[in-house]
């Protein structure tokens, strides 16, 4: 009995056990991308001012930009075509919120997720003291699921508006000579946006990873086997008083076909089972 119930908690432990901590590293590993991405970002774009008199022409005027995407601070001398005379001309809008947030999110959501893997494999024993680990766990991540979205929202709205921002078409629209029939503009350059897509992709990865994570980690609360076994659950010590109530192992052995699958998913069992170096052995 007792080797069947610890084969048993063994494999609750693989089943379940993973998953949470798998998550986790899939977790930091898209923080990063996501914020190295958005954070990391630089890009230039490139026009062509062609005066009808060609010396004031100038056919390779080069923007650079980047994060945070204060595209109001960003400028470029461009030629009147009148004279030698030279034009400043800055882009237009300020994305930076959404960027800032975005990072800042991808940055923090990195800490916590790093800190909770580390907390899975050394302090186990600690995590489900008093349950007070997997609840913390459960608000944190529920938090932050909500972030991911509404932050990978921001910043894809923002980055939409940014692409139009330093669209060279756009910027030609800038520059007063282009207003004028006889000089011709161009688009010599356009930025990349691979980088920045990329970053959008992984927030709303990210997203998803934490919002899948919001199961396992309320599996660890004990929560979701009902009020009866979640006395079972909060107090193991009371194992005894509650082998004694009749009513609940009647009421549970009911659905033999789910106890056998049940057990994979009773969190309260692999709690004692299992220690962190098979559990690093897992990773
Ligand atoms: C054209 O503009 C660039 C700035 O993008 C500047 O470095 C370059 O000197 C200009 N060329 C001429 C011919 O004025």
Redesign the pocket.
Known sequence: MDTADQLASMGTFRVLKLPLGFIRVLEWLFAIFAFATCGGYSGQLRVSVDCMEKAR??L????DFGYPFRLHQVS??A?VCEGIRRERVSLIGDYSSSAEFFVTIAVFAFLYSLMATIVYIYFQNKYHENNRGPLIDFVVTVVFSFMWLVSSSAWAKALSDVKVATDPDEVQLLISACKIQTNKCGSMHRPHWSGLNTSVVFGFLNFVLWAGNIWFVFKETGWHKGSSKFAAGASEKQAGTFSQQPNNQGSFDQSGSFNTQGDLIQPSEYGQVGGPSSYSNQI
């Open positions: 022409s100038n390779s005027i080069g923007i470029f001398e030629p």
